[in-house]
């Protein structure tokens, strides 16, 4: 069992920064593949970015590509979500989540509650 807990979402305007963090507790932090999503109101959640449990393969959806960057601290057993130049489009609740076999952009066992993220224009 794999416990989350995001934190560091607020309200910012368009073109600040943010940086989401995730710690997770219960197992080897390093043997999971970690990732974020997003869901925006009325709208299905989405992918945001994933990385591997060595850190060293990173993977992104296209609309945060070049904004965003994904990283990892396997010492503290957190993982981070660099969001830059923010848009109104990514206001939405961002969630943590951890799996220890895939490596995907929908597979993943374990959920952190979310955190909530508002661009404003």
């Known amino acids: 069992q794999v416990q989350l807990v995001e934190s560091g979402g607020g309200l910012v305007q368009a073109g600040d920064s943010l940086r989401l963090s995730c710690a997770a507790s219960?197992?080897?932090?390093?043997?999971?593949?970690m990732a974020w999503f997003r869901q925006a109101p009325g709208k299905e959640r989405e992918f945001v970015a994933a990385?591997?449990?060595?850190?060293?393969?990173?993977y992104y959806a296209d609309s945060v590509k070049g904004r965003f960057t994904i990283s990892r601290d396997n010492a503290k057993n957190t993982v981070y979500l660099q969001m830059n130049s923010l848009k109104p489009e990514d206001t939405a609740l961002y969630y943590c989540?951890?799996?220890?076999?895939?490596?995907?952009?929908?597979?993943?066992?374990?959920w952190g509650q979310g955190t909530q993220v508002t661009v404003s224009s």
């Open positions: 989540a951890a799996d220890s076999l895939y490596f995907s952009t929908t597979s993943y066992t374990y």
């Open positions: 219960g197992r080897t932090f390093s043997n999971y593949n």
């Open positions: 990385i591997s449990g060595h850190g060293r393969i990173t």
